[in-house]
């Protein structure tokens, strides 16, 4: 059957690059609290929330990028030798678009994809080890599943996302208006309740008529309205039994852990997590998929193949800049922050108490460092919480990752020892009593200080060694 003309504005608008990109997401939500917060609003956000726009070498010397008018080539071509861009209004008041560089989430994308890290479930770092917990690729059949997906009758599987919201994370509002929602649809809901009776119900007298060896035939497959109101009686007397049947009907998220001090009261005991990670039930869902697109490898059985010293255990180490060295911070001690690919990454090395080799620059601030502090990490997890936000986690690069790339840490420069010139091949020893070698810090009193005897001649050294001579003789 051939397909219905259209007319020459649909057919412009569905072959229109500028009608195909994604609506405008939410921004991330900032934290309610008291305290004055000092946030910037030109800092770049934690997940981008507008498309990138790129264009064509030939369309960009024109400055068209497929937009209502030209984009100046003093903001676009001229700035950067890659231009991206994000679009916040086609068209304002003033005849213009407004627009704004795309190059810190574009950037981000591609230093993090050089790094050939494979995406994990989030986890949980302890601070007080070394050891990482095990990589879980969000990709496995039994944890990348939905409400909808099919791998949910499998045994063991779980899922990422609910149809129903994360009650923790909702306010009074958000709980009421819910609320009305599931009161509006309780006839619906009724039924499902009903049905999951009746399938618990057969199974108990199933199992009950098969250890009697009783007629399977002769159960009945319905219940009556008295027995249906017994047992919503039942279930309103036992929070423990409410809970579960509660989650399951509604499809809602697993909450956090219920606080150790009411434990002993009653509340309705939810079902066990179906979250691929137990972090999500602290945190609440994610909102995107848990790889949100950064990589697609599922492990880390890759090796990397140095063109000369063959197969290594340890990929190329990524160079880690200092963004707030170990200290007090606010107040309390905080752990050193480090920028790496664009992601702000917490130094574990320096959370296990391990302090020797440290960088400079990271345990305080050093303003001698040419360029500020840096050192080398090799990166080993990345995840993405439920906010949207990169969690990265790296070690300090060893020694063997470093060798066959012949790269090393910043070292300060040291006075000059001993030991040093010992172990040079110059046969030249300086004399290390000079003042250029430093002199002590409080220098002894006239009256203490040692007297100088004056230094003999050469001709008084040579009529000493003749007369003794000639006394010999």
């Not at 229109?16 to 990109?21: P, Q």
């Not at 909808?148 to 609910?162: I, M, P, V």
């Not at 110059?426 to 002590?440: A, M, T």
Request: charged share 25%; no cysteine; proline share 9%.
């Amino acid at each position: 059957m051939a397909s219905a003309r259209m007319s020459p504005t649909a057919n412009l608008l569905r072959k229109s690059r500028l009608f195909a990109l994604p609506p405008t997401l939410k921004p991330p939500s900032d934290n309610t609290t008291s305290r004055a917060a000092f946030e910037s609003n030109t800092a770049t956000l934690p997940h981008p929330i507008r498309a990138a726009i790129v264009t064509p070498q030939s369309s960009l010397a024109r400055g068209d990028w497929g937009l209502k008018r030209p984009l100046p080539a003093k903001s676009t071509s001229e700035k950067s030798s890659r231009p991206v861009v994000r679009v916040h209004a086609l068209d304002t008041y003033e005849h213009v678009t407004d627009f704004e560089s795309a190059a810190d989430h574009t950037m981000t994308l591609e230093k993090f994809q050089e790094m050939h890290i494979p995406m994990s479930l989030p986890f949980k770092v302890n601070y007080a080890t070394s050891v990482m917990p095990r990589h879980q690729s969000p990709f496995e059949t039994h944890l990348d599943n939905t409400e909808n997906s099919q791998g949910l009758h499998e045994a063991g599987a779980k899922q990422f996302r609910h149809t129903g919201p994360w009650l923790a994370g909702q306010n009074e509002a958000e709980f009421a208006a819910y609320l009305k929602q599931v009161t509006r649809n309780k006839p619906e809901i009724m039924r499902k309740l009903r049905e999951q009776f009746v399938a618990k119900r057969t199974a108990e007298l199933r199992k009950v008529a098969q250890d009697n060896g009783e007629d399977l035939e002769a159960i009945p497959s319905t219940v009556t309205d008295a027995e249906f109101n017994t047992y919503i009686k039942t279930l309103r007397d036992d929070p423990f039994a409410l809970g579960p049947v509660i989650f399951e009907l509604l499809d809602l998220a697993s909450p956090p852990a219920v606080p150790s001090e009411r434990i002993g009261r009653k509340f309705y005991q939810p079902s066990g997590t179906k979250l691929s990670s137990s972090e999500y039930a602290i945190t609440g869902p994610p909102k995107t998929h848990p790889s949100a697109g950064l990589s697609y490898t599922r492990s880390h059985a890759l090796i990397k193949n140095h063109p000369e010293f063959g197969p290594q255990a340890y990929q190329r180490p990524v160079e880690a800049r200092v963004l707030r060295p170990k200290g007090r911070f606010k107040g309390r001690m905080a752990r050193a922050l480090a920028g790496i690919g664009g992601i702000a990454v917490e130094d574990l090395n320096s959370m296990t108490f391990v302090e020797q080799g440290t960088p400079p620059g990271l345990a305080f601030f050093d303003a001698s460092i040419p360029g500020g502090g840096k050192y080398w990490v090799t990166p080993i997890r990345a995840a993405v919480d439920s906010e949207g936000r990169i969690g990265l986690s790296s070690y300090r690069a060893s020694a063997t990752a470093k060798a066959p790339y012949g790269i090393e840490d910043h070292t300060k420069p040291t006075t000059l020892t001993i030991s040093d010139i010992a172990t040079s091949s110059s046969p030249v020893v300086p004399r290390l009593d000079r003042k250029s070698f430093g002199q002590p810090r409080f220098q002894p009193s006239a009256a203490n200080r040692p007297r100088r005897h004056p230094t003999r001649g050469t001709e008084d050294v040579a009529r000493s060694l003749l007369d003794n001579l000639n006394a010999k003789s």
